[in-house]
């Protein structure tokens, strides 16, 4: 990290405080630091573009995770250059890469965008009462099956607090978690990185769905090798392809996957149409079963589980609203 910065946008100017002595800075109490920032909404815009065109090494991807067009992408990037005077990405190779000036505004950039975090913080968690935007990331059927009541009676407790949620792999939020991207993650456990808090929240059986055409159905309970013998239905990644794959192991040279899907829902489609078994959280299919589309067994000799934790950076203070939110949903989803 370089030693002292200074960053100028009209005729503000913030210095390090440790490098610089308190009468060679422009002090703002966070009141000032919150109402000037809000004046400089388009600057960050752009700066989180740049570092996101900067990770992503690509234009086109970095305006898919913005959501913005590949145009819009380009007009930010340039706008910034002409601001600096200076050419921040090489565009001449297939992959975009920093100019020397863009790395060091990407270290600047990095570092602005964590003080607007912190003021937005403070000024949130000011008045003891969540204000702002929770931040929580999970997969897609803990979104869809285990979340949507905690949201509910969160909403109604904070109706100011808005959520935002980013859906992907387990691996994935426990990225975005320890980038400082989210607040909160709600992952699969074990979690690993010694860099995040884990604080587990849910468990729940995991259970053979089988649909009304197969021949499980009217069983309570199948062997392992009953199991095997079926057309299997399997997510493309995941703590439930790796239970799979590793308890029918020993009868893996006769096994018939006839779908490999990424997402939960179409699982549950195709095995209620008859294309094949799979395991699965027991709360993701308790509507089909009580449909009467498909049933839950057992797998004699398998005592599995899926728990659930939730994730955050240990050395950051959690915000007011994911803190809050955390509380309830320990208390909610205790056994």
Not at 57 to 72: C, D, H, I, K, N
Not at 107 to 121: H, I, M, T, V
Not at 130 to 138: D, F, N, Q, V, W
């Amino acid at each position: 990290m370089r030693s002292g910065f200074a960053y100028r946008f009209g005729e503000k100017l913030v210095k390090e405080a440790s490098v610089f002595p308190a009468s060679d800075c422009y002090l703002l109490n966070s009141l000032e630091i919150s109402s000037w920032l809000y004046e400089l909404r388009m600057d960050f815009d752009q700066l989180k573009t740049f570092i996101e065109v900067a990770k992503q090494g690509s234009f086109s991807r970095a305006a898919e995770t913005v959501l913005r067009s590949q145009p819009a992408v380009s007009t930010q990037i340039r706008q910034l250059e002409q601001e600096y005077g200076q050419k921040l990405l090489d565009r001449s190779a297939r992959r975009v890469r920093l100019t020397p000036a863009g790395e060091l505004l990407l270290d600047y950039a990095k570092r602005l965008l964590a003080l607007r975090g912190e003021s937005l913080q403070s000024i949130s968690d000011w008045d003891g009462v969540p204000t702002g935007t929770l931040s929580i990331g999970a997969n897609e059927g803990t979104f869809l099956y285990v979340l949507p009541q905690i949201f509910a009676k969160y909403h109604r407790k904070f109706r100011q607090v808005k959520i935002s949620v980013y859906r992907s792999f387990t691996h994935k939020v426990s990225e975005k978690v320890e980038e400082g991207a989210i607040d909160l993650g709600v992952v699969t456990m074990p979690v690993k990185s010694p860099s995040l808090e884990v604080v587990p929240v849910f468990r729940d059986r995991i259970l053979l769905m089988v649909g009304r055409g197969s021949p499980l159905y009217s069983k309570r309970s199948v062997t392992l090798q009953e199991f095997a013998q079926q057309p299997l239905i399997v997510p493309k990644t995941g703590s439930i392809r790796k239970l799979i794959e590793k308890n029918l192991r020993p009868y893996r040279e006769n096994l018939n996957i006839t779908m490999e899907l990424t997402s939960i829902m179409m699982i549950k489609r195709f095995v209620s149409a008859g294309f094949g078994v799979s395991l699965i959280s027991a709360s993701f299919a308790r509507n089909n079963v009580r449909r009467g589309e498909a049933r839950l067994l057992n797998v004699e000799g398998l005592d599995l589980w899926r728990e659930l934790a939730l994730v955050y950076r240990r050395d950051r203070s959690l915000p007011l609203v994911a803190s809050a939110f955390l509380n309830l949903a320990r208390k909610e989803l205790a056994p």
